[in-house]
């Protein structure tokens, strides 16, 4: 099965509440490749490739948040697989 990348925009009470950190979590245990960070706007915006069945079990994820998070709205866009992302960062 071909590898996939998602870039996902994810709104609602998602900083401050280890979101970043539980996301990197998970996509390392899944052996997804990417990165994620905090925007502006109070959201956090990521991105993540690797085997689709994987990088779906993060994107589900990321839909419900770690406990303390309170996802309104996840925006995901399908982009092509590039391949360039070693390990899972957290951008700052």
Same mark, same amino acid.
Not at 5 to 24: C, D, E, I, M
Not at 38 to 46: I, K, Q
Not at 47 to 54: N, Q, Y
Not at 58 to 66: I, K
């Given at each position: 099965?071909?590898?996939?990348? &998602?870039? /996902?925009?994810?709104? $609602?009470?998602?900083?401050?509440?280890?979101?970043?950190?539980?996301?990197? @979590? %998970?996509?390392? !245990?899944?052996?997804?490749?990417?990165?994620? &960070?905090? /925007?502006?706007?109070? $959201?956090?915006?990521?991105?993540?490739?690797?085997?689709?069945?994987?990088? @779906? %079990?993060?994107? !589900?994820?990321?839909?419900?948040?770690?406990?303390?998070?309170?996802?309104?709205?996840?925006?995901?866009?399908?982009?092509?697989?590039?391949?360039?992302?070693?390990?899972?960062?957290?951008?700052?």
């Amino acid at each position: 099965m071909a590898p996939v990348r &998602r870039h /996902l925009r994810v709104s $609602g009470r998602v900083q401050g509440v280890f979101f970043r950190s539980a996301v990197q @979590e %998970q996509a390392l !245990a899944a052996g997804v490749s990417g990165w994620i &960070r905090n /925007l502006p706007d109070g $959201g956090v915006e990521a991105v993540l490739e690797g085997e689709r069945v994987a990088v @779906e %079990q993060v994107v !589900a994820f990321c839909r419900r948040g770690p406990p303390y998070a309170r996802v309104d709205h996840v925006d995901i866009r399908e982009e092509e697989f590039r391949g360039d992302l070693k390990g899972f960062a957290v951008r700052y």
